[in-house]
């Protein structure tokens, strides 16, 4: 009888792709996710259809694409997570499951379980509803050591300032998240396998990391800003100065800063999650074990003077994507894929793996076939979005390869191409060029092929319609799930 794996499912949030030793970085260290991807398989060219936290989540936790999750960013016309159904933690837990999600969820109401038995919240400063507190901060004031509260370090949840932790490392969210994934598991029901979500909050601003990694990183030569031939449009001292900004240059010291804080959060996060590692293997469960590590998009971290996220460029839409198969499982392995893969395939590989039944809701695809090497048809391209958040200039829809980016800006009407191949911080702006023509015709072309199926207006006889002065692109799905 076929027995099936617990599955631990690893999240951070806002960690941009090329932040882990496995993925080329030779400054950071990340030694508990370098060994993870030695022994499963590493995808390249992973991405996040809609490079914010509540659409990216809806779609890894319904498989779904987010025009069928209705939510397609954090603005204009966008709603909450609500209404989800056939989620992963749903089908697991029907298929005997013990589930549970600790960290951050960003679900709404915030106590929502969406198929999850239990859940233990940190939500950072997201307060919903009139009376809620997160778990997190609860144990933080009961367990703090002086009179000081968990945002005295004084950076704001969007902020690009760094500093040290204020308070005591043991009360850092991310220590918080790995003593309550360990509790789960010490106390989880012993004659069902288990599905535990453990989700971060960092590296996501503030970039607060510990004292400990922050000095690691401040003696470091880490690296700076990729800024493009194209950037100066977004070298805007207004908008430079607000301590949120989603964009402008701030000082290098001031930049090299985040980056420290930045750097130092996802070191400490690799050592807490070495912590979780070293006890399922002390209890044996190492290697009946599914684990999957991935973020819900990147960070900018001042990359063409941008900061944040919502962007199609490659800090804040392509993402780490690493799958360790349990032992029972293991075999001629795929090291390393570049096949183009997306937070929708998450949730059809976990049920594959674990024997469970893929809803006909879902969208994406296992990733079995890959990691296994067979030879299967997959996509050609992710096709990724994100509706007006700061500004719209900011809205995009974008698609990739991996290998070629192509960019529409629906409000502004103009698109941007990118040969990820030889200039992979997108430093060069090809659209205009001629020798390129044909290349830009071919991806707008796959776009326009994606957009015409909705019928939403933003195609009209085989070209792309600008939105300048039109309502927002709402989906017509996410009236029927708020229903439901």
């Given at each position: 009888?076929y027995k099936?794996?617990?599955?631990?499912?690893?999240?951070?949030?806002?960690?941009r792709w090329?932040?882990?030793g496995?993925?080329?970085?030779?400054?950071?260290e990340?030694?508990?996710?370098?060994?993870?991807?030695?022994?499963g398989t590493?995808?390249?060219?992973?991405y996040?259809s809609?490079?914010?936290?509540?659409?990216a989540?809806a779609?890894?936790m319904?498989?779904?694409?987010?025009?069928?999750?209705?939510?397609?960013?954090?603005g204009?016309?966008?709603?909450?997570m609500?209404?989800?159904?056939?989620?992963?933690?749903?089908?697991?837990?029907?298929?005997?499951?013990?589930?549970q999600?600790?960290?951050?969820m960003?679900?709404?109401?915030q106590?929502?379980l969406f198929?999850?038995?239990?859940?233990?919240?940190?939500?950072?400063g997201?307060?919903?509803?009139?009376?809620?507190?997160?778990?997190?901060?609860?144990w933080f004031?009961?367990?703090?050591?002086g009179d000081?509260g968990?945002?005295?370090?004084?950076i704001?949840?969007?902020?690009w300032?760094?500093r040290?932790?204020?308070?005591p490392?043991f009360l850092?969210?991310?220590n918080?998240t790995?003593?309550?994934?360990?509790?789960?598991i010490?106390?989880?029901?012993?004659?069902?396998?288990?599905?535990l979500?453990?989700?971060?909050?960092r590296p996501h601003?503030?970039?607060?990391a510990?004292?400990?990694y922050?000095d690691?990183y401040?003696?470091k030569?880490?690296?700076?800003?990729?800024i493009g031939?194209?950037?100066?449009?977004?070298?805007v001292?207004?908008?430079?100065?607000?301590?949120?900004?989603?964009?402008g240059?701030?000082s290098?010291?001031e930049?090299?800063?985040a980056?420290?804080?930045?750097?130092?959060?996802i070191?400490?996060i690799?050592?807490q999650?070495?912590?979780?590692?070293?006890y399922?293997?002390?209890?044996?469960?190492?290697?009946?074990?599914?684990?999957l590590f991935?973020?819900?998009h990147?960070d900018?971290m001042?990359?063409?003077?941008?900061?944040?996220?919502?962007?199609?460029y490659?800090?804040?839409?392509?993402?780490?994507?690493?799958?360790?198969?349990?032992?029972a499982?293991?075999?001629?392995?795929v090291?390393?894929?570049?096949?183009?893969?997306?937070?929708?395939d998450?949730m059809p590989?976990i049920?594959d793996?674990?024997?469970v039944p893929?809803?006909?809701?879902?969208d994406?695809?296992?990733?079995l076939?890959?990691?296994?090497?067979?030879s299967t048809?997959?996509?050609?391209?992710?096709?990724?979005e994100?509706?007006t958040c700061?500004?719209?200039?900011?809205?995009?829809?974008?698609?990739t390869?991996?290998r070629?980016?192509?960019?529409?800006?629906?409000?502004?009407?103009?698109e941007?191409?990118f040969?990820?191949?030889s200039d992979?911080?997108e430093?060069?702006d090809?659209?205009?060029d001629?020798?390129?023509?044909?290349?830009?015709n071919r991806?707008?072309?796959?776009l326009?092929?994606?957009?015409?199926?909705?019928?939403a207006?933003?195609?009209?006889?085989?070209?792309l319609?600008?939105?300048?002065?039109?309502?927002?692109?709402?989906?017509?799905?996410y009236?029927?799930?708020?229903i439901r």
């Open positions: 009888m099936r794996p617990n599955v631990l499912l690893i999240m951070t949030d806002q960690q090329d932040t882990l496995c993925y080329g970085n030779k400054a950071i990340t030694a508990n996710l370098d060994w993870l991807a030695s022994e590493v995808f390249t060219s992973a996040s809609t490079p914010s936290c509540t659409p989540r779609s890894l319904t498989g779904m694409d987010p025009w069928n999750t209705g939510i397609l960013g954090m204009r016309g966008q709603g909450p609500k209404g989800l159904e056939n989620t992963l933690p749903e089908q697991l837990a029907g298929a005997g499951y013990h589930t999600g600790v960290g951050k960003h679900f709404h109401p106590r929502s198929g999850f038995h239990h859940t233990v919240l940190d939500e950072s997201r307060e919903d509803e009139p009376g809620f507190v997160s778990d997190y901060r609860r004031e009961q367990n703090k050591t000081y968990f945002t005295d370090h004084g704001d949840w969007n902020s300032m760094a040290p932790y204020h308070a490392e850092h969210p991310t918080w790995v003593n309550e994934s360990i509790r789960f010490q106390n989880r029901d012993p004659g069902k396998p288990f599905f979500k453990m989700s971060f909050a601003s503030p970039y607060d510990p004292a400990f922050y690691i401040e003696k030569d880490i690296p700076k800003p990729l031939e194209w950037s100066a449009m977004h070298h001292e207004k908008d430079a100065a607000s301590p949120d900004a989603w964009r240059k701030r290098d010291g930049i090299r800063r980056r420290i804080g930045y750097y130092g959060n070191h400490h690799d050592l999650i070495g912590r979780l590692l070293m399922l293997k002390k209890i044996g469960q190492l290697d009946h074990t599914l684990i991935t973020s819900d990147g900018m001042g990359d063409h003077h941008l900061w944040r996220k919502t962007y199609a490659e800090g804040s839409a392509h993402i780490p994507l690493i799958v360790k198969l349990p032992k499982m293991e075999g001629a392995l090291e390393r894929s570049n096949a183009p893969v997306c937070l929708q998450i590989t049920l793996a674990a024997g893929i809803p006909d809701s879902v994406g695809r296992s990733l076939p890959l990691i296994r090497g067979e048809p997959w996509r050609e391209f992710v096709h990724g994100h509706s700061y500004s719209e200039l900011q809205e995009m829809q974008y698609v390869d991996g070629w980016k192509y960019i529409w800006f629906p409000r502004i009407g103009t941007q191409l040969d990820l191949a992979p911080g430093c060069v090809l659209a205009t001629e020798d390129h023509s044909v290349e830009l991806w707008r072309d796959k326009v092929a994606v957009l015409a199926e909705r019928n207006g933003l195609t009209e006889q085989g070209a319609v600008c939105q300048a002065g039109k309502p927002p692109i709402v989906s017509p799905k009236e029927g799930m708020c």
